[in-house]
């Protein structure tokens, strides 16, 4: 528990009673007053989360995009300025070393958001594959991070920042203030991640709340990820698995000429899939199913454990996503998540869980 | 917090109320502030045997697991299905409809041996 680092907010957190656990290297709210209550004002109002964990890297120069390219797996050459995308880190044996966003901010300028576990190794790796023709800049104790999420996320920006505009979806701006707002999220609802600069963080975090947003912790954070399929790395993915396999197969441009991982990919492409990462939904009410609870078929064999798992606060059921054999692997098999020795019936499913403005 | 002065508790945050040779055993009110959202909730089979300190039950927040050891030996003679079916009794009631198990109690000298509400008092202070 020592050498976790704080954020910026971490006093604004403290005084509205948060709960504080470690997450990553770092000090952070999971819950705040109830983690299902701050799950809900996402799904049907808005939220806010510190998302100043996360890390922001800068590259730029005029070998920039060719060098994404060949560092990532999606194509950049598809962004315009001012765009996003979801891409992946892989290793040279298509393990996926991180997953972030990014976003072209200028001609040849490009702005990362990847995971605060992450930050030293994501760094090294690029550093060590670094070209000339391009600069890398890791600014992350630099931004504070907000994410503002749900139906009336919009209109609390409005009230907030009356004579500023959104971008479109996956849009990135920067605003007069000299904040960095991006129009993406990870809980399925509309919204945007702003990165503020670490002395104005707490103010902006209090303008949204007396703009009436709630605050919400990273226990709701998981919950709502989850209900997306949304994947969480360190849970369900890591070096020992591929892209194609954690399903992110639209992430990763095979047919750009190369980046690092893409002949394993094409070689489990063609081979065949050693395993996927499937959806899993209990059949009935039971315990909440958590990570590393073993998943077995209906006679009781062990065919692999959750990566993630969780009782839905919108479904009020027990989900989670497993990596499988892929002969287990088609929506409606039924198998069963084993919890402290009792069997809780299960059967795959399609992503995502809930869809945002379903009404369960 | 609500600590009533005719219960007896456990360090780990369990409650007991003695009525004849049955105990009624929960979670106090601080352990459901701290657990936030009970969602579920395990009951021991009835007619199950139970040493003191033996975990017997388990009541589940969104985000974790906690175990509820058994404050004193005894044989398990009630689950209670109401908190079973609704586990956020746990949260707004803690020491009454949120009750979770009744254990017959091999040995009435055992109550004597865990907190009373001063004490658990000081203990969550």
Not at chain 1, 211 to 225: E, S, W, Y
Not at chain 2, 13 to 31: K, M, P, Q, S, Y
Not at chain 2, 83 to 88: I, K, Q
Request: with cysteine; charged share 20%.
């Amino acid at each position: 528990m020592t050498d976790l680092q704080h954020s910026p907010l971490e006093s604004a957190h403290l005084a509205l009673g948060a709960k504080l656990v470690p997450f990553a290297g770092w000090c952070m709210p999971v819950q705040y007053t109830s983690i299902l209550d701050e799950h809900h004002a996402v799904r049907r109002d808005a939220g806010i989360f510190d998302i100043s964990h996360m890390g922001q890297f800068i590259v730029e120069g005029p070998k920039a995009a060719e060098w994404l390219n060949k560092m990532l797996t999606n194509d950049i050459d598809a962004l315009t300025i001012g765009t996003g995308q979801y891409s992946l880190m892989l290793n040279h044996a298509g393990g996926v070393i991180d997953d972030l966003i990014l976003y072209r901010s200028g001609e040849s300028s490009y702005f990362l958001v990847v995971n605060a576990s992450m930050i030293e190794q994501d760094r090294t790796w690029m550093e060590n594959h670094l070209v000339d023709g391009v600069c890398l800049r890791d600014e992350s104790p630099s931004w504070a991070g907000l994410a503002i999420q749900g139906p009336n996320a919009s209109a609390a920006f409005a009230k907030v920042f009356p004579s500023e505009t959104l971008p479109p979806r996956n849009g990135i701006k920067t605003l007069v203030d000299g904040s960095v707002l991006c129009r993406t999220g990870y809980t399925g609802e509309d919204g945007f991640e702003l990165f503020t600069p670490v002395s104005q963080g707490i103010g902006t975090w209090e303008k949204f709340l007396h703009a009436g947003v709630k605050p919400c912790g990273l226990g709701a954070r998981d919950t709502l990820r989850l209900e997306m399929g949304y994947p969480l790395n360190g849970n369900d993915l890591s070096t020992a698995k591929t892209p194609l396999e954690a399903g992110l197969g639209m992430f990763c441009a095979l047919k750009k000429p190369d980046f690092i991982g893409r002949n394993v990919l094409l070689e489990q492409k063609s081979s065949g899939l050693p395993s996927k990462l499937c959806a899993l939904r209990y059949l009935d009410k039971g315990a909440p199913p958590r990570a590393h609870y073993p998943v077995t078929t209906l006679d009781g064999t062990v065919v692999g454990e959750l990566a993630s798992g969780a009782l839905s606060p919108s479904l009020m059921t027990g989900i989670g996503l497993a990596y499988l054999p892929p002969g287990l692997a088609k929506p409606g098999t039924e198998l069963a998540i084993d919890v402290r020795g009792r069997k809780f019936p299960a059967s795959v499913c399609k992503k995502p869980f809930y869809k945002p403005g379903q009404t369960a | 917090m609500n600590v009533p002065s005719d219960l007896r508790f456990l360090p780990s945050h369990e409650w007991l109320r003695l009525e004849g040779d049955i105990a009624t055993v929960g979670i106090t009110d601080h352990a459901q502030a701290e657990l936030t959202d009970v969602v579920f909730v395990e009951l021991p089979a009835v007619g199950k045997s139970v040493d003191a300190g033996d975990p017997t039950a388990v009541v589940e927040s969104v985000k974790a697991a906690s175990d509820i050891y058994a404050p004193v030996s005894g044989e398990v003679v009630a689950g209670n299905a109401e908190v079973e079916a609704d586990p956020s009794l746990v949260n707004t009631d803690p020491y009454g409809k949120g009750w979770i198990y009744q254990l017959k109690v091999k040995n009435q000298a055992d109550i004597a041996g865990l907190m009373d509400a001063a004490a658990y008092q000081a203990h969550i202070s």
